[in-house]
Structure formats: C-alpha cells, structure tokens
C-alpha cells in the first residue's frame, strides 16, 4: 500500500505566520486530498485535486504538489486555523491516510 | 443539505459481531459510490471498503485489515449502506464513518459510530 509520511507531526504558530507542512508518498500519486479535523467533530475535506479548495476554505489557504510530494500552506495564520490536518491518496487503492500535522497556536 | 446519520455502534467482545448502519439524504444515493472510514487513536484515519454503483455491479474493495471479516452493502432504496463486522477484534475499535466518494475526495462526512471491542 502507498504510504504517507506527513511532517512534522506536531507545530505551532503564531497569529499571521506563513505555515507549510508536507506529505511524502511512498509511491508517486497523481493528486492528493487534505482535510481538516478540530476536537470532537468529524474531518472535513479540506483541499481535493492536490490544489482545489473545498467550499468554504478560506483563500489564506494552499496546496502544491506532484508526484510523491506535496505539501499545505497557509500564507497567514489565523485562530481559527488550528486543527490537525491530514493528506489522503485516491491514486491506488487501498485509499491510504497520512497520519496528520496537528497545528496549535504559539 | 447533504446528512449522513452513522448508527449501530456499541461495545462488542473480541470475536463478536456487530452491523452498522448509515443512511444517507441531500444527494442522489445511487450515484455515488460509498466507503467506510474508521479512526482510533492508535492508527488514525483508516479507510475499510467502499461499494460501487449499480453500473458497475456494486463492486466492492477494501482494506487488508479487514477482508475475510467485513463486508459492505448497500440499498440504494433506502438511501443506506451498511458494514457487517464479523470476528472483531480490539484493534478494530474506533470511531465509523461513512462517507461518499465524491470528486477528488471525502466531501461529506457524518458524526460516526463508536465501536468498542473489549473484553
């Protein structure tokens, strides 16, 4: 199975910070998905399409990428932003996860 | 409004079994293939099956971890689909999700069902 190796597992930032995380495939993927999970609630897609921003995502927020790696951005950081963050491969089945950057506020 | 209601969790035994259940409404049911997603501390977010549409014979795959023991299935006139888990085991506990395949990703998720397998 292809996995995913997000980095670094744990980061914090302070309020209006550029914050960059990654995600390394162990096999290239065409595209990478990114979702975002707060405390008690379900993950929300957050980012299809390697760059696509789902409904709703503020534009503060990016995604780059190709073959094995890929990464988030989020140009400013806001409160609001804290969560962790989890990249996910549609390419090869079985559907794998990363195991997630969680981002706190410094 | 798209809802995805989860529901037959509960606590089970190693070695027992247990069926969830989701209903799904706010979208077209039979044009989307359906997964289920678990998570637990221990291994994350880990994706189970999913089961195609009608168009290509509800065609099912899923995770390593759990072929020979879960099966999904769907009703496409009761908007539901459903996981039957046999011969759980602990590492199988963990909050379930279902989730449609929707474009480049898991777009809608609902509030999940906890399964617990203990002794």
């Known amino acids: 199975e292809n996995v995913l190796t997000q980095s670094p597992a744990f980061m914090s930032a302070s309020l209006g910070e550029k914050v960059t995380m990654s995600c390394r495939a162990s096999?290239?993927?065409?595209?990478m998905s990114w979702y975002q999970q707060k405390s008690d609630a379900s993950p929300k897609l957050w980012i299809y399409?390697?760059?696509n921003l789902a409904p709703g995502v503020p534009t503060r927020f990016s995604g780059s990428g190709s073959g094995n790696s890929y990464s988030l951005t989020i140009s400013s950081m806001e409160g609001e932003d804290a969560a962790t963050y989890y990249c996910?491969?549609?390419?090869?089945?079985?559907?794998?996860f990363g195991g997630g950057t969680k981002l706190e506020i410094k | 409004e798209v809802k995805l209601e989860e529901s037959g969790g509960g606590l089970v035994q190693p070695g027992g079994s247990m069926k969830l259940s989701c209903v799904a409404s706010g979208f077209t049911f039979n044009k989307y293939g359906m997964n289920w997603v678990r998570q637990s501390p221990e291994k994350g977010l880990e994706w189970v099956a999913e089961i195609r549409l009608k168009s290509n014979n509800y065609a099912i795959h899923s995770a390593e971890s759990v072929k020979g023991r879960f099966t999904i299935s769907r009703d496409d006139s009761k908007s539901s689909v459903y996981l039957q888990m046999n011969n759980l085991r602990a590492e199988d506990t963990g909050i379930y999700y279902c989730t449609p395949t929707a474009t480049g990703g898991f777009g809608y998720w609902g509030r999940g069902t906890l399964v617990t397998v203990s002794a």
């Open positions: 399409y390697t760059s």
């Open positions: 096999s290239s993927v065409n595209y």
């Open positions: 996910q491969q549609f390419t090869s089945s079985p559907w794998t």
